[in-house]
C-alpha cells in the first residue's frame, strides 16, 4: 500500500506541476481561437489537436486540470473545516444537540448532490460571470459535503471527551473554544485531514459529471469536467481517439485521489 | 432500540425531513439571485423599465409568506404546483415517469449490489492475494469514473444502461463490503471454523454473512441512493424519459417547481431508503 501510494502521489505531482506550468508543454493560451487551425488531428504544436473553434485542445485540458485541481481541494477543505466546527461543537453537546446535529446532518447527507446542483446552476442569473459561476458551484460543494466529515469527527470528539486527559482538562477549568482547539483538535487532525481526501476525489467527480450534462465550469472557461462533453458523439470518438484524453487524465488523477484517502484513512 | 421506539423514530425524521427538505429545496431554490430572472427577460426590444416592472412582478410573487405557506401545504397534500413551461400538474409529471427511473434504480442497484459483494467475498474470503489485489485495482478504475462516462460508455457499446448504474453501484459497494469482510476474517469464532477444516465458501455463507446483516442491509440502502444519484446523468444522457431526465430538462429551461418537486421526492426517497435499511445487528449468542 506504501508504494501505491508514493505512486499516487508521483502521478498528482506531475499533474499537478504540469498544470500549474503548461509552458513546459504548450506556449498557447487556452482561450485564443487559432481560426486557421479549426478541428486539426494531433501534430507537433498541437499534441492533442484543435477543437471546433480552432483552440488548442492540450493547452484547455492542462488549464481545466488546473481549474479542476485548485477548486476541488479548496472545496474540499472548506467542508472539512465546516465539519470541524459543527462536529467538534456537537461533540461536547447535550442530548437535543446531538439529536439536532443528527437530523441536520442526516438531511444533509441525502441531499441529491447533483440534483441541488444542477437546480442551483439552473438559479443563477442568465448575465452571472463565469467566475461567479466557477465560484458558487464549488462552494456549494462545499457546503454540501461537510455531512459525512462531521459525523465521523463528532462522534471521535464525544469519544475523547471521555478520555482522562480531556477530563482532567476540563476539571481545571478549561472548556469550550480553548479546550476544543486546544486538546481535541490536534486528536482529530489526521482523521480530518483522511475526510479531506475521501472528499476530494468525489468533488472532482461530481464536477465531471456536472461538465458531462453542460451544467458545469462555464465556457469559456476550461475544467476536467466540460472536456468531456466532446465525448458525447459516437462517431467523434471513434473517428478521433484523441479525445478521450480528458477521460484518462481524470480517471489518472481520481484513482491516485482515492488511493491516497485509502491509505489515509488506514493511518488515521 | 425497540421495534416500537424504531418506528416512532423513523416517523420524527420523516416528518422533520418533509418539513426541513420542504423548506430547504423552497429557499434555495427562491432565494437564490435567479429566481428574479426569466430567459423571456432576454427578448429584444424590451426597455430597462419593462424589465423592472416583470422582475417586480415576479418578486411579489416570489417573496410572499403566505406563498410559501400554501406552497408547503400544496406539498403536505401532494401537490407540487404546476410546471411553468408546460403548465402540467408536476405531480402527475413525476408519476409518469416513476416507473421507469424505478426499474433503472432497482435494478442497477441490485447488479451493483450483487457483483460487488459477489466480488468482496470471492476476494477477500475465497481467494486472498493475487485476486484480490487484480479485483481491487479493476473497481479503482471503475469507482474513478464519473457515472456520466459509464453511461456514454453503454450507449456507445448497446448494452443495457442498468449495467452503467449497477458499475457506478458496484465498486463503492466492493470496497465497503471488502473492508467489513477482512475486519470479520480475524474474528475469533471465524479462525476456529477456519482451523476445524471448513471450506470457505462454507464459511463466509454460514459464519460471516449472517454476522453482517446488518452492515448488509445499510449496504443494500447505500446501493439504492447511489443508484438513484446514477440515474440522472444515465436518464439525461440516454435521453430514456424518467425523473432524472424530467429533472435535467427542467433545469436545462429553468423550470423551477419541477426541479423542486423532484428534488424534495428524491431526497425523502433516498432518506426513506437509509431509514428503513437501519436494521439492528444481529445479537450474538456468546454475548456475555
Redesign the interface.
Known sequence: MRVARLAAMAVLAVVLLLSAFPALVTADPSDEQFRNDIDLPPSLRYPLGTDDLGRNRMARLLHGTRTSLLLAPAAAALSVVLACSIGLAAGGGGRIAVRLFE??A??TG???????L???????????SPFATTAITFAMLALLGWAGPARVIRNLAANLRERDFTIQARALGQGGWRFSTKHLLPHVWPVAAAQFWINL?VFI?VE??LG????GIPEPYASL?NQ?RD??S?QS?MNKPWLLAP?VL???V??AS??IS?TAEETA | MSPISRSARFLADTAFLLVAGSLAATLLFRLTPGAETDPSDLTPGLSSESLEARRAERRKTLSTTGQSVAYFVGILRGDFGKSTLSGAPVSGLMLDRAPATAWLVGSGALLGLVAGLLLAVAAVLIYPGLPETIVTTGFLGLLSLPAGLLVLAAIFTRLPLELAVGAAVAPRVYFYASRLLARQRNAGYVLQAVATGIGPVRIAALHVLPALRSELSALAGFSIVTALAAAIPAEALSGRPGIGQLAWRSAMERDLPVLVAVTLCLLLASRAVTLLSDVPPRESRFAA
Open positions: 437530523s441536520v442526516d438531511l441525502s441531499l441529491p448532490w447533483l440534483l441541488m444542477i437546480g442551483l446552476r439552473a438559479a443563477l442569473p442568465l448575465e452571472a476525489p467527480l465531471a459529471n458531462l450534462l453542460g451544467m469536467g468531456l465525448l458525447e459516437y470518438v477521460a481524470l480517471t489518472a481520481v484513482s482515492w488511493i485509502l
